[in-house]
């Protein structure tokens, strides 16, 4: 059982270069999410779905997009890449129906930094 | 706009005190809520989940409180142990299942 799986762990981008970090689950969660977490910094919701073929946003989504083709993977994908948006980024699931929610399963993280 | 303050920011206890962490939002309205445990360099865990109708959840030595009506939330950790050390973060979901996170509790449990 791989639950959330995140690739690449690391990755130094140069600005201006994009590049697309991963996401895949294996739960047959209906719910995924992508945030990131700056030192000493809570997480930020940068973009959610709540199911194939819907996405939207959340707190922070200047510089990114994201698709959701399938129920299982949820990349994101940075384009023009700054130094702001060095940071550790978390992919995570969920499931809910019936207006019952079973928490959160997190990946492992992606570390970026941007020089 | 939500917002989630943890009390206090780090905390060191000698091993076997029971302890109390501390979560609070400015906005009272919290449907569910989760703490979760982070790793240095590694992703959350999640420990407990509060949904919109219970108060408490117990988990072996880690019990979850919440108040909704003062939008509080305590985390008490019994006989703390040396592996218990990391980041401890709560998270509350104001109904939309976007969890809004706190900055988190640094637990160092010494041996």
């Known amino acids: 059982n791989a639950g959330v799986t995140q690739t690449p762990k690391f990755r130094i981008l140069k600005i201006g270069q994009s590049m697309t970090l991963q996401c895949t689950q294996d739960m047959n969660h209906n719910y995924m999410y992508w945030y990131r977490q700056d030192p000493g910094m809570g997480l930020k919701l940068i973009y959610y779905s709540v199911g194939a073929g819907i996405t939207d946003k959340g707190e922070v989504p200047n510089g990114y997009n994201v698709s959701r083709s399938t129920t299982e993977d949820f990349p994101l994908r940075l384009e023009l890449a700054a130094p702001s948006q060095t940071s550790v980024y978390f992919c995570a699931s969920s499931y809910s129906a019936a207006g019952i929610e079973y928490g959160y399963t997190f990946g492992s993280g992606t570390r970026l930094t941007v020089v | 706009k939500q917002e989630v303050t943890q009390i206090p920011a780090a905390l060191s206890v000698p091993e076997g005190e029971n302890l109390v962490l501390n979560c609070s939002f400015t906005d009272s309205a919290i449907y569910n809520l989760q703490w979760f445990r982070q790793d240095p360099g590694k992703g959350l865990t999640s420990l407990l989940l509060?949904?919109?109708?219970?108060r408490e959840q117990t988990s072996g030595r880690l019990n979850a409180s919440l108040d909704k009506s003062s939008g509080r939330s305590t985390l008490y950790i019994a006989a703390s142990q040396p592996g218990d050390s990391a980041t401890y973060l709560c998270?509350?979901?104001?109904?939309?299942?976007?969890?809004?996170f706190g900055t988190g509790t640094r637990l160092k449990v010494l041996a």
């Open positions: 998270a509350g979901d104001p109904g939309t299942y976007k969890y809004i």
């Open positions: 509060i949904q919109s109708s219970q």
